[in-house]
């Protein structure tokens, strides 16, 4: 029989070896998931951007009846010039796994560069990267 006014104080230490187990069990399945949204984040600031460049690239077709920009060269100063379609080419960052450096450059052809790529004839813009992104579709296909 314990005596009046005993009150227990605290948690037996495997009371707390048992907390911190489950914990680290928990966290060990909930980490790598976590670590992939970061690279899935980047991602999908390329795609919004790339959205933005083809709207711009839509609106300059629209306005100059049936033309898209000249090529890849003149996309900047056609889309740039008075801040009417874009205010600059938006910087694009391919996320490390393709160790692409950040740029805004625009390509006529389709290297492994990491910079944006234009076809002039089809007003067609996409990402120049042969990589693969996190659900494995080449970049340059988006």
């Known amino acids: 029989?314990?005596?009046?006014?005993?009150?227990?104080?605290?948690?037996?230490?495997?009371?707390?070896?048992?907390?911190?187990?489950?914990?680290?069990?928990?966290?060990?399945?909930?980490?790598?998931?976590?670590?992939?949204?970061?690279?899935?984040?980047?991602?999908?600031?390329?795609?919004?951007?790339?959205?933005?460049?083809?709207?711009?690239?839509?609106?300059?077709?629209?306005?100059?009846?049936?033309?898209?920009?000249?090529?890849?060269?003149?996309?900047?100063?056609?889309?740039?010039?008075g801040s009417k379609y874009l205010h600059s080419i938006p910087y694009i960052a391919v996320p490390p796994i393709a160790n692409h450096a950040n740029t805004d450059q625009v390509t006529g052809a389709l290297v492994d560069n990491g910079q944006w790529f234009y076809v002039s004839t089809q007003g067609f813009a996409a990402v120049s990267c042969t990589h693969l992104d996190s659900k494995s579709s080449v970049w340059s296909t988006w």
């Not at 230490?13 to 980047?42: C, D, H, Q, W």
């Not at 711009?56 to 920009?69: D, H, Q, R, T």
């Open 1 to 81: 029989m314990k005596p009046d006014g005993y009150v227990r104080g605290g948690f037996t230490l495997i009371e707390l070896m048992v907390t911190v187990a489950i914990i680290g069990v928990l966290a060990s399945i909930a980490l790598p998931r976590f670590a992939n949204l970061v690279v899935k984040s980047k991602e999908a600031a390329v795609k919004g951007t790339l959205g933005s460049l083809r709207s711009a690239i839509s609106l300059y077709y629209s306005n100059n009846e049936g033309v898209f920009p000249a090529s890849a060269a003149f996309l900047d100063t056609s889309l740039t010039q």
